[in-house]
């Protein structure tokens, strides 16, 4: 049967090139944390969820493709046009490195869509909106008053999640559909996440420590 759909190589190829792209974004926004550029360390917080929660959804049709088969043309369009809406990839994130159903903040202001408000927020000034229409007495937004604390918060959640997901990948307990990702997640990789932010979660400690007892 003929395919007239997007060739797999190349999607495979964006899988990983996304999933690199979200590192760079993350280990940016931790230089602009250490130099206190504070809003836009987490605006670029956010974005690299967005890039990894890409690359999860794009694995996702590569998954499908080869156990179900193609899809028609129309339909594999109508799934990779998902990689275009924010929240989408945000959720995404959330789904892949915790479950559908939240376990902590974090994840749930993923899947409920509030961080991308938030991550609007930190880039520009403005008042608050509700159905597209300005509320002309809503208080000034101003990224200049997002902290420290708020900002190394945001990017130790997201460096707990690669910290887990790549041991846990070195150790062959999780298992990703792109071997163009799957080259990123090394030991190198894990050293690098360890020794640029050393900020980590307690419940990411404790997974780390199973983990590593694994051989």
């Known amino acids: 049967m003929k395919i007239d759909g997007i060739n797999l190589k190349k999607v495979n190829k964006m899988a990983g090139l996304s999933f690199e792209n979200g590192l760079r974004l993350h280990f940016d926004s931790i230089l602009l944390f250490q130099n206190k550029s504070y809003p836009s360390a987490y605006y670029l917080s956010i974005l690299a969820i967005e890039e990894i929660g890409k690359a999860f959804l794009i694995m996702d049709f590569l998954y499908h493709s080869y156990v179900n088969g193609r ?79 708020k900002v190394q918060k945001q990017i130790t959640n997201v460096n707990d999640c690669l910290l887990d997901f790549t041991l846990g990948v070195i150790k062959q307990v999780y298992m990703v559909d792109s071997d163009r990702v799957e080259t990123l997640l090394n030991k190198q990789l894990l050293l690098k996440l360890k020794g640029n932010w050393l900020f980590i979660g307690g419940k990411t400690k404790a997974r780390l420590k199973r983990l590593e007892r694994i051989k």
């Open 71 to 149: 899809m028609e043309k129309e339909w594999e369009e109508k799934f990779l046009e998902l990689m275009y809406f924010h929240t989408v990839k945000q959720s995404n994130f959330a789904y892949n490195f915790d479950a559908p159903i939240p376990t902590n903040r974090f994840f749930n202001s993923l899947y409920k869509g509030e961080l991308e408000i938030l991550k609007q927020n930190s880039v520009y000034v403005g008042l608050s909106r509700n159905k597209k229409k300005i509320n002309l007495n809503s208080r000034i937004n101003n990224p200049l008053k997002i902290n420290q604390m």
